[in-house]
């Protein structure tokens, strides 16, 4: 069953500090680029950083320094820690492939607030 199961949202002060854990399916996973995603309030969802199977990574420039993106394979996990966050960062986060195309399903997301 293809499935992206993300955690670790909450409310956090600007300044704070989240870590996102994204559980994909084996066949998601396995071999593929994986990327996280976000959408806020009103706009277009957009790529935040994704990372390829021997760990090189891209970040969006609005991220750049702040946010690092790892993978598990063990586990089939992507993870993205977020340092110093801002209000700008609040939105639903996303997992899933890159490039991702209309056909993939996507998960539920993980809410991030960030008060500022």
């Known amino acids: 069953q293809v499935q992206l199961v993300e955690s670790g949202g909450g409310l956090v002060q600007a300044g704070g500090s989240l870590r996102l854990s994204c559980v994909a399916s084996?066949?998601?996973?396995?071999?593929?680029?994986m990327g996280w995603y976000r959408q806020a309030p009103g706009k277009q969802r957009e790529l935040v950083a994704y990372?390829?199977?021997?760990?090189?990574?891209y970040y969006a420039e609005s991220v750049e320094g702040r946010f690092t993106i790892s993978r598990d394979h063990a586990t089939n996990t992507v993870h993205l820690q977020m340092n110093y966050l801002k209000h700008e960062d609040t939105a639903v986060y996303y997992c899933?492939?890159?490039?991702?195309?209309?056909?993939?399903?996507w998960g539920q997301g993980t809410q991030v607030t960030v008060s500022s």
């Open positions: 990372i390829d199977s021997r760990g090189n990574t």
């Open positions: 084996r066949s998601i996973f396995s071999g593929n680029i």
């Open positions: 899933n492939r890159y490039p991702v195309f209309p056909y993939h399903n």
